[in-house]
C-alpha cells in the first residue's frame, strides 16, 4: 500500500490543521493506520493510531484531548485532526500502515512522505 500524508503549513498557537492520509494500491482497510512525528533535532515518536475499522484509536499523553483520528474506508483515508495546536506540535508528520496497531514504529511497514507542520508561538 502506498500512503500520501498532506495538510501540513504553519499555524498559530490555538490554531487547528487537519492531516489527512490518502492510500493506494492495497487492502487499506485492513490496516490499521498510524501518525507520528519528528521534531528537528529529535526522534521520532508516536502521536496517535486507528484501528482497521476505525472503532478504537490511542494517543500519546502529549496530544491527548488535542488530536483525533477518524477513517473513511470507502475512501481509502484517514485524517489526524489537530487541536488547540502548541509550538512544541511544530515537526513533520507521518502516516503509516500495519497489520496490527500499535504505538511502536517499528510495527510499521509502510510509510507515507511526511508533511510539515509548524505552530508559531
Known amino acids: 500500500v502506498q500512503l500520501q500524508a498532506s495538510g501540513g503549513g504553519l499555524v498559530q498557537a490555538g490554531g487547528s490543521l487537519r492531516l489527512s492520509c490518502e492510500a493506494s494500491?492495497?487492502?487499506?482497510?485492513?490496516?490499521?493506520i498510524g501518525w507520528f512525528r519528528q521534531a528537528p533535532g529529535k526522534e521520532r515518536e508516536f502521536v496517535g493510531a486507528i484501528n482497521w475499522s476505525g472503532v478504537n484509536t490511542w494517543f500519546a499523553d502529549s496530544v491527548k484531548g488535542r488530536f483525533s483520528i477518524s477513517r473513511d474506508n470507502a475512501e481509502n483515508m484517514v485524517q489526524l485532526q489537530m487541536n488547540n495546536l502548541k509550538p512544541e506540535d511544530t515537526a513533520v508528520y507521518y502516516c503509516?500502515?500495519?497489520?496490527?496497531?500499535?504505538?511502536?514504529?517499528?510495527?510499521?511497514?509502510?510509510w507515507g512522505q511526511g508533511t510539515l507542520v509548524t505552530v508559531s508561538s
Open positions: 494500491g492495497g487492502a487499506f482497510s485492513t490496516y490499521a
Open positions: 503509516a500502515a500495519s497489520n496490527i496497531a500499535s504505538i511502536n514504529e517499528d510495527d510499521y511497514h509502510y
